[in-house]
């Protein structure tokens, strides 16, 4: 279902979107260099819209400081859930998709002292494929098997003679670190930057505002493929499907919180970066070449306090 939000609600998405940068000054350079407004018209557009930007920020982050507030032992599963279901709404998942085969295919391997290393792919939808580098001790697994964890990346690039190698292989020191240390670690590609390329940056260059008419969110699709992953992880014989966790920096960061979130057999999350709150991103401008897949559509108008609650 796709839910649309209010209109004075909507400018502030766009903001959180990625239509804006700091105000004043970084949003008049970008609109007068593209010869879309005068430096008159751009100063008064932003000298308007500020102060409603302020508003707004103060009024949802005093909405979401009183939500948290009233939590209580006795009540606080059932707000997760609810909230749970918002967020799966404003990434655009709701309803579930249907969870059709992976299909995973290993391609490769490679021995190392004492660490195996598989490169394969799976597809979290019918043609969806998403790229991993699968790192796993070669000792004996223990009793119920290894725990495991879910590295999912940033915005790494990483090619070799101009062919994109997918972002995984630039993180690729946390998952043999992990194996040797008897830690199965499973490291994915974005859809930005994996080696099956897509786009995450719709409202950021490419002018695709129907993703927010139509409820979608790249963060949502990131979300989905490690949700997916974690269903693989779950099917190997030597992973103990009660021990994962997830990590990842910047991006993928920012991956962590959703699918954490969304996701209750993920046990532990260790986040690195990746989210902030209202006034950072939109009044102190950290929004700015933020990528779209750091952001849910907010339909229900969160502070990301909220996120980090679940």
């Known amino acids: 279902m796709v839910r649309l939000p209010s209109v004075p609600l909507c ?6 979107a990625q239509v804006t940068a700091p105000f004043p000054a970084q949003l008049n350079a970008q609109t007068v260099a593209a010869g879309a407004v005068s430096a008159d018209a751009a100063v008064d557009v932003a000298a308007q819209w500020l102060p409603y930007f302020q508003r707004s920020v103060t009024q949802l982050s005093a909405k979401t400081a009183a939500e948290l507030a009233a939590i209580t032992p006795e009540n606080r599963q059932a707000v997760q859930q609810v909230w749970r279901e918002e967020l799966q709404e404003m990434l655009g998942l709701s309803p579930w998709p249907e969870r059709t085969e992976l299909q995973a295919t290993t391609v490769g391997s ?14 979290s939808r019918p043609g969806l494929y998403v790229a991993a580098n ?3 001790p070669t000792a004996e697994p223990p009793p ?3 725990p495991a964890v879910l590295y999912v990346c940033g915005h790494a690039v990483v090619k070799d003679h101009g062919r994109l190698l997918g972002n995984k292989t630039g993180y690729q020191q946390h998952g043999l670190w992990l194996a040797r240390h008897g830690v199965v670690c499973l490291i994915i590609d974005t859809v930005q930057l994996g080696e099956f390329h897509g786009q995450h940056h719709g409202t950021y260059q490419l002018g695709r505002w129907d993703w927010m008419s139509r409820g979608y969110t790249p963060a949502g699709v990131e979300a989905w493929n490690s949700i997916r992953a974690v269903d693989l992880l779950q099917s190997l014989p030597y992973v103990d499907g009660e021990k994962i966790g997830i990590t990842g920096r910047s991006g993928g960061g920012a991956y962590s919180w959703f699918a ?3 996701d209750e057999r993920i046990q532990v999350a260790v986040p690195v970066a990746g989210i902030t ?20 559509v907010n339909y229900f108008g969160w502070d990301y306090a909220k996120l980090a609650a679940l």
Do not use: T
């Open 134 to 136: 699968l790192y796993k």
């Open 11 to 16: 400018a502030l998405l766009l903001c959180v």
């Open 144 to 146: 119920g098997g290894w």
């Open 260 to 262: 954490a979130a969304l």
């Open 277 to 296: 709150d209202l006034q950072n991103h939109i009044l102190d401008g950290c929004v700015e070449g933020h990528c779209d897949c750091m952001y849910f």
């Open 110 to 123: 490679l021995a190392l002292e004492g660490v195996s290393v598989d490169r394969l792919h799976y597809q």
